[in-house]
């Protein structure tokens, strides 16, 4: 384990990618990870409208509806829906700190990593024992799903911010009934983008102990 000084990350602000080639570009950065080649990088974006179907989704035979386009995926989780509206989160870290030893551990860092970050936007957020994520009120706002190799990360968390009106609602997301997941915008809290992204990042080096180094268009 390394010592408790910040590691430093290039930050990657995409705008609208291909979920595909959004795959591609995370398996060539944890390549890249892996073999030291490159540090920490965190990927922003957003994808056109597409529902990951993920190994338990599979396993247990769950479907989203008709009227929605999918693509199978090696991320932990279930259904996760993606789209316009929705900051995608993709941090393609080797996780080899003290608080990191083991999945749970990960997961609960990129939980009260997004909680701290919408607080500092005045929302109350909260995890839920019912699933992983991240909660405002009853309802979810935040899905995370990982999947790991030699400790480097590939896939991530998604925070719904101002989704079109009834598509992520409209299917039982990561095991949980339909109308539970929804976004900021249809709980009456009103905020961009750009806002997300500059409280992630402000509370990054507090939460994760990473710094951003480097801030690429």
């Given at each position: 384990?390394?010592?408790?000084?910040?590691?430093?990350?290039?930050?990657?602000e995409?705008?609208?990618?291909?979920?595909e080639?959004?795959?591609?570009?995370?398996?060539?950065?944890?390549?890249?990870?892996?073999?030291?080649?490159?540090?920490?990088?965190?990927?922003?974006?957003?994808?056109?409208?597409?529902?990951?179907?993920?190994?338990?989704?599979?396993?247990?035979?769950?479907?989203?509806?008709?009227?929605?386009?999918?693509?199978?995926?090696?991320?932990?989780?279930?259904?996760?829906?993606?789209?316009?509206?929705?900051?995608?989160?993709?941090?393609?870290?080797?996780?080899?700190?003290?608080?990191?030893?083991?999945?749970?551990?990960?997961?609960?860092?990129?939980?009260?990593?997004?909680?701290?970050?919408?607080n500092?936007?005045?929302?109350?957020?909260?995890?839920?024992?019912?699933?992983?994520?991240?909660?405002?009120?009853?309802?979810?706002?935040?899905?995370?799903?990982l999947?790991?190799?030699?400790?480097?990360?590939?896939?991530?968390?998604?925070?719904?911010?101002?989704?079109?009106a009834?598509?992520?609602?409209?299917?039982?997301?990561?095991?949980?009934?339909?109308?539970?997941?929804?976004?900021?915008?249809?709980?009456?809290?009103?905020?961009?983008?750009?806002?997300?992204?500059?409280?992630?990042?402000?509370?990054?080096?507090?939460?994760?102990?990473?710094?951003?180094?480097?801030?690429?268009?």
């Amino acid at each position: 384990m390394v010592g408790q000084g910040m590691q430093p990350v290039s930050v990657l602000e995409l705008g609208f990618v291909p979920y595909e080639k959004a795959v591609e570009e995370m398996k060539a950065l944890q390549t890249k990870r892996i073999e030291g080649i490159i540090q920490d990088t965190l990927l922003l974006l957003e994808h056109d409208e597409v529902v990951t179907i993920g190994p338990r989704a599979r396993n247990d035979g769950i479907i989203p509806p008709s009227g929605y386009r999918t693509v199978n995926v090696d991320r932990g989780g279930g259904l996760t829906w993606h789209g316009p509206g929705q900051l995608v989160a993709y941090p393609i870290f080797l996780w080899n700190r003290e608080s990191e030893k083991n999945v749970s551990e990960i997961i609960s860092k990129i939980e009260e990593w997004v909680i701290q970050s919408l607080n500092l936007l005045g929302i109350d957020a909260h995890r839920d024992e019912r699933m992983q994520g991240v909660w405002v009120e009853n309802q979810k706002i935040c899905s995370i799903g990982l999947s790991f190799l030699r400790w480097v990360s590939r896939h991530g968390f998604t925070i719904n911010y101002d989704t079109p009106a009834g598509r992520v609602e409209g299917f039982a997301g990561c095991g949980l009934h339909a109308q539970t997941t929804t976004s900021l915008s249809k709980m009456g809290y009103f905020v961009s983008k750009e806002k997300l992204v500059s409280a992630l990042l402000e509370t990054m080096p507090r939460i994760i102990q990473r710094t951003n180094t480097e801030k690429e268009d």
